[in-house]
């Protein structure tokens, strides 16, 4: 067995495309557009080439993960950019074996490496966690309305980076697609069928809900 981590390269475009869109299918609602979104996501100014990356088992791609630029903004209007990565994706035949933690984990070093000092997200807390992100509250990052949804998540790459601060998470405008052209663009992949699955009703959760 090989494992490896390696730089996505404009060949391997295509598969992660197709990996993305089998990874998320039926996953936080019926179909998806996570693939879609990828594609948007390479040609916008907040992504960041060097931590696009891609995991091979055996030579073969089974996970890919991307990062945009993002920013967090304090009460005097001061703003720190920070990382967002998403979609995180693993094929459905490899998942829950822990190499879309190794892959989150490899890029996290990557990051810190770069000089980044916090990555923020949304996503499942169940599977982040334990690679080191914490509630939103507990570094006081809120939304513009103030509120601290259960699933932004934080984690800090420099200790104390974002200590003594009440800050105010800026999703980069690159996460922002036009669903209008999703259909022509979906209909060049493998067509499949849209279902629901009980990890949707877990997503809507989470969705909607908030911290006090």
Known sequence: ????????????????????????????FPGCNEHYLAHHLRTQKDFVPELDFVLKFNGQIIASIM????????????????????PLGVLPEYQRRG???????????????????????????????????????????????????????????????????KWTYKESAAYAIDPKGFADFDKDFTQMEKGWLPGQELFYIYSNSRLR
Request: aromatic content about 12%; glycine content about 6%; some cysteine.
């Open 1 to 28: 067995m090989t494992l490896t981590i390696e730089n996505e390269r404009p060949e391997d475009f295509r598969i992660v495309k197709e990996l993305i869109k089998r990874a998320f299918w039926n996953v936080n």
């Open 67 to 86: 990062y945009t630029k993002s920013r967090l903004v304090d009460e005097n209007g001061n703003e720190k950019t920070v990382l967002t990565f998403g």
């Open 99 to 165: 190499y879309g933690k190794r892959l989150l984990e490899y890029s996290l070093e990557k990051a810190t490496e770069l000089g980044y000092e916090a990555v923020v997200i949304f996503g499942n807390p169940e599977n982040y966690v334990s690679s080191g992100f914490k509630s939103c509250k507990k570094y006081n990052v809120s939304l513009d309305n103030g509120e601290y949804p259960v699933p932004l998540l934080v984690n800090e790459l420099k200790e104390s980076a974002l200590s003594g601060k």
